[in-house]
């Protein structure tokens, strides 16, 4: 792990493959060496190449823990994620060692809130089954209630987080002309909440009176598993369940439970658990969820700057300068 004064700082990347206009930015002034597939890096290997390393370029991919930042050694000085999520980050074991991590909020808000947007159509509209048909023959003629859907018109909708991502849905939202938004958060945001009427209520009260309900919170001991059989219990029988969060946010059994019964109306999800989510998984089995690949911030420049954002993070760390996003804890 020592290197000499004339060394130059080395960074150890999980992902060779993000854009490289990130990888660009760090090899200017840092070794550089990287996993070598597109796939996360097996655990072992992670294990063995992050030793004596001062700055680790990650994703959520990664679990970033204990044995991980014992093994890198007291030199590490970063862990750089390239999401705005980071509950795969020790972050309290990385704070107690010095060693600072960096994400990536802010630049990837609007495509997160653009696919939830995509995916609250694709569900209210019934989008994918009503395509279908046209291929499976299932579409004889124009018909009247035919593969009819709820509108956001005249809706209620309730979010769960209200934070940078869950602002810009409701501000994409109200133009639907929904009936009312509502928020659930642990204090009110009624400034943020003032451009939409956004109205702050508690977990019960979204549960009971929405007819669709996005969870675009961050995971945490708090939010985990929140979305469980009595949520689903609470819910109105056309509630339309989006997930752009985590899927950790979700008991993704009671989903399937509440989905099959038609105890809820449908699901859009964009994150499960695991990922990817096992072809013989039952949710795969049904007509009313919409399932994507985690998606959300995949728009291509939002995932160019993701890349830059996560470099950056780690040149600011190695210099002593302030991060452009830094997780504080
Ligand atoms: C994040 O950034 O946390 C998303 O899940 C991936 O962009």
């Known amino acids: 792990g020592q290197r000499t004064m004339s060394s130059k ?4 990347v999980t992902r060779p493959d993000v854009d490289a206009s990130g990888l660009e930015l760090l090899r200017k002034s840092c070794n550089v060496s990287t996993w070598k597939e597109a796939l996360p890096v097996p655990r072992e290997v992670l294990l063995r190449e992050v030793v004596g390393k001062d700055a680790l370029y990650c994703a959520l991919t990664d679990k970033i823990d204990v044995a991980v ?3 890198a050694g007291s030199q590490l000085k970063c862990v750089s994620t390239i999401s705005v999520g980071y509950e795969h980050i020790d972050v309290e074991e990385c704070r107690k060692r010095g060693i600072r991590v960096g994400f990536t909020p802010d630049v990837l808000t609007d495509a997160t809130a653009e696919l939830t947007l995509a995916l609250l159509l694709a569900t209210n509209r019934r989008l994918f089954e009503a395509s279908k048909q046209v291929y499976n023959g299932g579409w ?9 859907g709820q509108g956001l018109k005249g809706s209620r909708v309730g979010l769960l987080g ?8 409701a501000a994409r939202i109200f133009p639907f002309k929904p009936a009312e938004i509502t928020y659930t958060t642990r204090t009110a945001r009624p400034q943020e909440a003032a451009a939409v009427n956004g109205r702050h209520v508690d977990f019960d ?3 009971r009176n929405s007819d669709f309900i996005v969870a675009c919170c961050a995971l945490t001991p708090e939010t985990k598993e929140i979305f469980n059989a009595e949520a689903f219990n609470k819910m109105k029988p056309n509630c339309i369940f ?9 008991d993704q059994k009671a989903l399937h439970e509440a989905l099959a019964s038609k105890r809820i109306l449908a699901a859009g999800l964009d994150v499960t658990t695991p990922e990817p989510l096992p072809l013989d998984d039952p949710l795969l089995k049904l007509d009313n969820v919409v399932i994507l690949p985690h998606i959300g911030s995949a728009d291509i420049e939002t995932r160019k700057e993701m890349s830059r954002i996560t470099a950056r993070n780690i040149l600011a760390a190695l210099t002593g300068a302030k991060m452009e996003a830094e997780v504080s804890v």
């Open 69 to 71: 930042l014992d093994a």
């Open 140 to 148: 004889k003629s124009w018909a009247p209630m035919w593969m009819c």
């Open 162 to 169: 209200f934070g940078r991502i869950g602002q810009e849905i």
């Open 205 to 207: 009260e979204m549960l």
């Open 9 to 12: 700082p080395s960074v150890y």
């Open 242 to 250: 989006i997930n752009t969060a985590r899927g950790g946010v979700v």
